[in-house]
């Protein structure tokens, strides 16, 4: 559900901007595209902490008709979380590659169809295929989370994928907050 909803919302987060104009105006203020960029990427991570505080009460209602893992449970809320966050991330950063809100959702969807189907083919590939198959492909690195194992390195893989679309969307404004303020005259 994450993977169909988040893109409706962060894909228009800059080409919004961009088509009202809003864009230059950040450019004159005394933040830099960082900011910017971290702001939006914490608003619409903010927006989705309503249905994952939701989803946190889940345990404990399951506690009283059995003995849930509270352990393991929230681990894998922790992971949806970080996988949000690089959904919100790669998302973003299309939206900056693109003029239209519309093709960079339909591009966002078509790499998370991409990246699942990778994942689903693994299962066909030969065996040194497979493997680099499976390292490469986000959602096989949810896998060990399935099993009840908490995977560092996985961990660790969607916050780097999630930091290289941060820096791809910074790259954006950077440069637009560099042409606007060159244009108007700031140092």
């Not at 239209?100 to 699942?116: D, E, N, P, R, S």
Request: glycine residues 4%; aromatic residues 14%.
């Amino acid at each position: 559900v994450a993977a169909v909803i988040i893109p409706l919302v962060a894909c228009f987060a800059i080409t919004d901007e961009r088509k009202k104009g809003s864009d230059e105006y950040l450019a004159t203020l005394p933040m830099s595209a960082t900011d910017i960029v971290l702001g939006k990427l914490l608003a619409i991570l903010t927006l989705l902490m309503i249905p994952n505080a939701v989803i946190c009460t889940f345990p404990v209602v399951i506690g009283f008709f059995g003995t849930p893992s509270y352990l393991y449970s929230y681990v894998s809320i922790l992971f949806l979380i970080i996988f949000e966050i690089f959904v919100i991330a790669m998302s973003m950063a299309f939206s900056s590659l693109f003029k239209k809100g519309w093709v960079a959702l339909i591009v966002t969807y078509a790499v998370l169809v991409a990246l699942f189907l990778l994942g689903f083919l693994t299962t066909l590939l030969p065996a040194p295929l497979e493997t680099v198959a499976r390292f490469i492909s986000p959602f096989r690195r949810f896998d060990p989370i399935i099993y009840g194992k908490l995977d560092l390195s996985s961990t660790v893989f969607y916050l780097l994928l999630s930091l290289l679309f941060v820096v791809i969307a910074v790259s954006y404004f950077y440069s637009k907050t560099e042409r606007v303020r060159k244009s108007l005259g700031f140092k």
